[in-house]
């Protein structure tokens, strides 16, 4: 396990621990939605839909099955006029990479059970108010996240006509007790064969809660190779991910000299339980190369071949001319030679 890995798990494990995250943070969600609505214009009294704002808890509240679970959502007006809005209940449809789409009936699921007091409200100008939400819990439920949603709309006194924007809040209630998650991952989009005629490199890191329960998750990104990358180490911050949902995280990594080979690491972590956590360790490598380097590398071939023949011309021209040597035209020659040696032969006398 690397020392990355291993941060990531300690990190995490008290991360999940706490479960103190805003639903901002852990569903990316857009409260503004149906924005296009084609209704009379101007809200009451002259009041602007625009100046409308609605904020929801900033953490999942906790209800058993058959208990009643209490939310508080603040409604507020940021105009100087007088606004009149009507609050209902209505259902969330839960979406890839944390969006979610609200549509103006109830939940079947909670139908009958939620309460809002007050149902309507007129604000004037700067202010805000309270209103008190209930949920009575169905008997039965499994341990889970579930996702309630409300509609907040400004209530129209005009005859023209005007785009309205209706603004929804989200409310999670966690129904406590042991459950089945699990978290699946896989590096898409990078390059065939890992590699990349650029400079850099792009991909999406997805996640998938394949589990039969809501499952909350934080990844830990690290990037080795050469030249060194930066950032070479990212905390992408913790996600609630429903089943059969995934999200997507960028890779990305670029040289500056446009020419390198990197590897991602990435590590995600996710609760098991209260006090234990999963994780999904994998890696990809992938190797950039800008096009421009396609010419540089015959160019240097060609400047290598005529440095070496520029230098083998000079060491020719160095060399002294060769001196032949012949014998003057018309010349004679005498050839001397040696005396033979003589020999002497002793003649022994006869007597």
Do not use: C
Not at 9 to 34: N, W
Not at 127 to 133: A, G, L, S
């Amino acid at each position: 396990m690397t020392v990355a890995r291993s941060l990531a798990l300690r990190r995490t494990a008290r991360h999940v621990a706490k479960s103190a995250i805003t639903l901002a943070t852990i569903l990316s969600v857009v409260l503004p939605v149906i924005a296009g609505t084609s209704l009379p214009a101007g809200a009451a009294k002259g009041g602007s839909s625009a100046d409308l704002f609605v904020s929801s808890p900033p953490t999942p509240i906790t209800a058993a099955p058959g208990a009643v679970a209490k939310a508080t959502l603040t409604v507020g007006n940021l105009g100087h006029s007088l606004l009149d809005v009507n609050i209902i209940a209505a259902s969330v449809k839960l979406l890839d990479n944390g969006g979610t789409q609200f549509l103006d009936h109830p939940d079947p699921l909670f139908a009958g059970r939620v309460s809002v007091v007050p149902d309507t409200l007129s604000l004037p100008g700067r202010t805000e108010h309270k209103v008190q939400i209930s949920v009575r819990m169905p008997r039965g439920l499994q341990p889970n996240d579930y996702f309630l949603g409300f509609l907040v709309s400004p209530i129209i006194n005009s005859s023209s006509v005007a785009v309205v924007n209706d603004i929804g809040a989200l409310v999670i209630v966690d129904v406590p007790g042991p459950r089945n998650r699990k978290l699946t991952a896989q590096i898409l989009g990078l390059s065939w064969l890992n590699f990349s005629f650029s400079g850099s490199a792009s991909g999406i890191l997805r996640a998938k809660s394949t589990g039969v329960a809501t499952v909350q998750f934080y990844t830990t990104i690290e990037i080795t190779g050469w030249p060194t990358a930066k950032p070479d180490y990212v905390d992408v911050p913790a996600h609630l991910l429903p089943t059969g949902l995934y999200r997507d995280m960028p890779l990305h990594v670029s040289s500056f000299l446009g020419l390198g080979w990197y590897t991602f690491h990435a590590t995600l972590v996710y609760n098991l339980t209260a006090q234990t956590t999963g994780d999904v360790a994998l890696s990809r490598m992938v190797i950039v190369l800008n096009p421009l380097w396609l010419l540089v590398f015959p160019a240097l071939i060609l400047l290598g071949i005529w440095i070496w023949r520029r230098r083998r011309g000079r060491r020719r021209g160095r060399k002294p001319p060769r001196q032949d040597r012949k014998p003057p035209r018309g010349g004679s020659h005498r050839a001397t030679s040696s005396p033979p040696p003589s020999h002497k032969r002793s003649h022994a006398s006869r007597s």
